[in-house]
């Protein structure tokens, strides 16, 4: 008997990479293959974003593209994963009824246990919120070849670096690299796509609860579903069949779909060797979900409350990973310097409980408001002091921070800690304290240029990436010189920057104050053409400069290859394939507002190599 194949197309952040390398590395432990192509495929999981509507619209044109293939291949599974699974829910399946299963990014790891049981024709399974029980099915990232998991070559499958062609709700990274932020690269998910008007099937079933019995509700319009199909699916649930109470959510049509949700738990990831190398650049999921609920973000009813792994759990499977042949770790996190460990407690006497006051870390209580008024984000830095003592780990690098989560303590560590690398992706969003209190950001724009300032003085060197909107609701053309002149005063390396749009769920959706679509991108306009002449001024100072690059593939032109330096400024340079892994010091020769040119320096033996 063939081995099943699955391939897995990745659209949005980092998180949701991660994802897919724990959802590839389980399915293999099951005995799955890597499929080539969408063809070759009996299981295709789109992984996906869903910060803006047009998101959603992409990953529905995905599935049409699939119908098809789902006709040729009637054996195809086919499952919608991440935010834009968590927020649709059962609409989801009623708008594209080729779709299976519907998984939340905290339900991801039951989808290999789903598809064990699974035939083609069962009604489809949708999984929201938490799962039943505390914790998952951990697994570590496989390498990510040629791209990551999703890389296949087809045309229907972004790889993890995706830049679809920029629209008029954002703009693209602005003269720098594509420093993707924790859940918000809108980048990825910009083309202009209508929604696709997959049509609608027969009424909805849906299956709630968590610990003990699974009660079905079904929808008045559905009185005509079968309870025994739930029971079908799922063997020795207990199925009821009320009628909808009032103001219940109700699904008119779409095909019969059992719905599991679960409980709010622990972020439980606990540490199971993967086969195999890492890749020379690795994530490590350190804390998920929030508990800032921004005017405009729809994430934290998406990902669910902030939740952090042992302090124990993220070191184990650092260790993994660079023991595997991983040189630069990133540690992930909606608001990552918001993370908080059991084992970062206040000892007796002052420090931390176990450590003696290592690191320089003072001993004041952990999670101690800071003067912007956020919760301190000791116990991150005392996490990112343990993680950079890996013996063989070259760069460590974080995203995305919270600027009310920054003591001084983060600042000064990119003084003190040579591993960290010198750069990192910090929101402003506004630089108006009227807009950021609009936003519900908890920071004032003064505020904000002390951590960039404290930042600058532990690391003169540093390079500091951010996300801007304009166009939020009640911003003024004088909110908006503000941001322009702090933008100016920042000196940022690169953006993003972003039209404000409305979004269902969020509070800014009712409130007053509208910008009009034409002055929206007037403004966006003026701060891409502020921002590129910045960023070029920036990178033409580095020219003559002597980076470290860690070359991470090969260039666009032949002969060519192509890496990173530790400000996370992309570097072309003529050289061999054999590279790849190094750490090669690149006098830099020539410079633009997104990328450098440049040339290696001396040979082999100058270079750090992998092993």
Sequence with gaps: MSPRRYLIVTFGCQMNVYDSGRLAALLER????????????????????????????????RLRELSPLKKSRPWLIVAVGGCAAEQEGLELVRRAPIVDIVAGPRRLSEIPDVLDSFVPGDPPVVMEGDPPEEGSIPVLPPPLEDGGPDASGDSLEPSPGFRAPPSAEASPPVGGPDAVTGCDPEAVIAADTACCGLGAGPAAVRVSGSGGPVVAEVPEAASAASPEAASATFPGVAVDVPRAAAGQRQVASGPKALRRRGARGPLILPLVEAAGPAPLSAFITVMEGCDNFCAYCVVPGLRGPERSRPMADVLAEARSVVSRGARELTLLGQNVNSYRSSAGVRAAGGGFAGDGGAGGISGDIIGSPDENGGGGGLDFVRLLVETAGIPGLWRLRFTTSHPKDFPPELAALFGTLPELSPHIHLPLQSGSDHVLGLMGRRYTAEGYMRILKGIREARPDAAVTTDVIVGFPGETEADFRETLRILEEASFDSIFSFKYSDRSGTRALAMPGKIPEGVKAGRLTEVIGLQRGISLRINRQLEGSVQEVLVSGRGREPGQISGRTGTFKIVNFPGSADLIGALVPVRITGSGPVSLRGEQIGGLASSRLVG
């Design 30 to 61: 099951r005995g799955w293959e890597r499929a080539g192509s969408k063809g070759e495929a009996d299981f295709i999981f789109l992984n996906t974003c869903s910060i803006r509507e047009k998101a959603v619209q992409r990953v529905l044109a």
